[in-house]
C-alpha cells in the first residue's frame, strides 16, 4: 500500500464522517450577523474541501513517484464519485439542492463509469477530459457554496449557490455528451 493509495483510502473514509455531519450530528448554530449556519456545516465543509484536494495530490504523488497501480486507478475514481455523490444526497436530504441536479449528476457518473468498464475490457484506458475536469471544478464549488448556505453571497441577496446548480448541471451533460461522443469507437467495438 503506497502513500498515493493511502491518501485515497482516507478520502473514502472521509465520506461517511461528512455524511454523519450533514444529517445526524448537531453541534449548534454559528451566527454571523443575520446569518446562520450550523457548526456541522462548517465543519463538514471543511472535511469535504480537504477530501476533494486530495483528489489531485494523490494522483500527483503516484506519477511523481511512479507508484501508479491498478488498486490506486480503481480506487480513485471511485473515491471522487462516493464523495460527491454521498454528499450530493446529503444536501438533498436537507433540502439545499434540486432533486433533477442530484440525478443528473449521479446518471452522468454511472454512465461515464460503465463506458470507463466497456474500455477496459477493450483493453483501453480512457482518461478524463478537459470538460470532465471543468465538470468537476464547477461541482466542488457547487457543493462548497450549498454546504455555506451560500455564504458569504447571500449578505448580497446574490444566489451564487443557484447559479452553480444550474451550470453545475449544464457542464456535467455537457461533458458527459462529449466523453461518448469522443469515444463512441469504444461502444462500436463491444
Not at 37 to 63: C, E, P
Not at 129 to 135: A, I, M
Amino acid at each position: 500500500m503506497n502513500l498515493a493509495n493511502r491518501i485515497t483510502i482516507v478520502r473514502i473514509v472521509l465520506v461517511p464522517i461528512i455524511v454523519l455531519l450533514l444529517i445526524n450530528v448537531d453541534l449548534g448554530p454559528l451566527v454571523i450577523s443575520d446569518f446562520t449556519i450550523t457548526w456541522n456545516q462548517v465543519v463538514a465543509t471543511v472535511i469535504f474541501i480537504i477530501a476533494a484536494s486530495t483528489d489531485g495530490l494523490d494522483g500527483y504523488i503516484a506519477r511523481k513517484r511512479k507508484i501508479v497501480t491498478n488498486l490506486g486507478k480503481l480506487l480513485d475514481p471511485l473515491a471522487d464519485k462516493l464523495l460527491v455523490a454521498a454528499v450530493l444526497i446529503s444536501l438533498l436530504q436537507m433540502d439545499r439542492i434540486d432533486a433533477w441536479i442530484v440525478i443528473v449528476i449521479i446518471s452522468r457518473e454511472f454512465a461515464v463509469t460503465g463506458l470507463r468498464q466497456i474500455a477496459l475490457l477493450e483493453g483501453v484506458v480512457l482518461a478524463a477530459s478537459k470538460w470532465g475536469k471543468w465538470k468537476t471544478a464547477v461541482q466542488i464549488t457547487m457543493i462548497i457554496a450549498l454546504l455555506l448556505n451560500n455564504f458569504p453571497f447571500a449578505f448580497l441577496d446574490f444566489r451564487f449557490d443557484l447559479i452553480a446548480s444550474w451550470v453545475a448541471a449544464l457542464i456535467t451533460v455537457y461533458s458527459g455528451i462529449d466523453y461518448f461522443l469522443k469515444n463512441k469507437d469504444i461502444i462500436q467495438l463491444s
